[in-house]
């Protein structure tokens, strides 16, 4: 890294030297990329942040799980999974359409927390609004009422319950469409992979994004990282599905996992879904710091 980053970096990450070795090392900015300066369409060109350092973010008092409160739910609206009929191969051979039981997995591991997903919801008994769109004519849902369907289901042990759909939604009926919906304090959200084709890894990284929202992490300004805003597709697809050291000292702190036992389990899933990259990076990272 140039060594302004690199400072900047430093600042962001914060103190370390309390951190327990493994920890420590995982950390450390060295083996990071530094997000590069923003293209004239990227996200950063267009929505000036100043990023979030891990000590705001812990002054941030950010929503945190706790002993009662530590599920994170997925619910399903309508059916997932396009065809039926390729829904009983192996995940790994499904790229075309979005294998919940992948999603399940990645989140479980990424997070460190049980995940549970929900029965499909079925959209007329949930009395949700749709609408087909005028310019499209697809089918579109309305996230409000999602979200305050999601709110009043919200189980007694749910950290957060997010609705996932391979239906377009829309906010508002004056707006064309919208990707997802939530906000850093909502325990709910509602994303949709209409518009992804409903790639496994576009899926289970958009869930890693949003739901680190969900604990008061904000875009990440500083290395490649899963947070990283994103503008266009080729953005967010140039996104790594991984936390840079300053997010993964946030999650860290708000979950308490074991860092090496976390790329462990994010390596398994990596590899069984076919995501070969971030095995082999999860790899890197245990025998860096797993020793
Ligand atoms: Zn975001
Ligand atoms: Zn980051």
Known sequence: ????????????????????????????????????APGPNDWLANHPERGQTFDDFVSSHPNRPTPQQHTIYLQPLGTFDVEPALSRLPSRLRVGSTSVETL??????????????????????????????????????????????LKRQLPADAYC???????????????????????????????????????????????????????????????RCVLNGSNHL??????????CPVDLRKLQWSVGFDVIERYRRLRAVCERAGFADEARWCQREIERCGK
């Open 1 to 36: 890294m140039k060594q302004i980053a690199l400072a900047i970096a430093l600042t962001a990450i914060g103190d370390t030297h309390a951190l327990p070795p493994a920890l420590r090392c995982a950390v450390n900015p060295a083996v990071f990329e530094a997000l590069p």
């Open 234 to 243: 080729a953005e967010s697809d140039a996104r790594p599905m991984h936390l």
């Open 161 to 223: 319950m997010l609705g996932i759909t391979m239906i377009d939604l829309y906010p508002d009926p004056a707006w064309n469409f919208v990707f997802g919906q939530a906000a850093l304090r909502d325990r709910v959200g509602v994303y949709s992979f209409a518009r992804y084709e409903g790639v496994a890894r576009r899926s289970c990284k958009v869930v890693a994004h949003e739901t680190s929202h969900m604990f008061g992490i904000e875009h990440c300004i500083y290395f």
């Open 104 to 149: 399940k997995e990645f989140t479980e591991a990424f997070f460190m927390m049980p995940v549970v997903v929900r029965p499909p919801l079925d959209l007329a008994t949930a009395k949700i609004t749709t609408r087909t769109n005028p310019y499209t004519r697809q089918r579109q849902l309305l996230t409000t009422d999602i979200l305050s369907y």
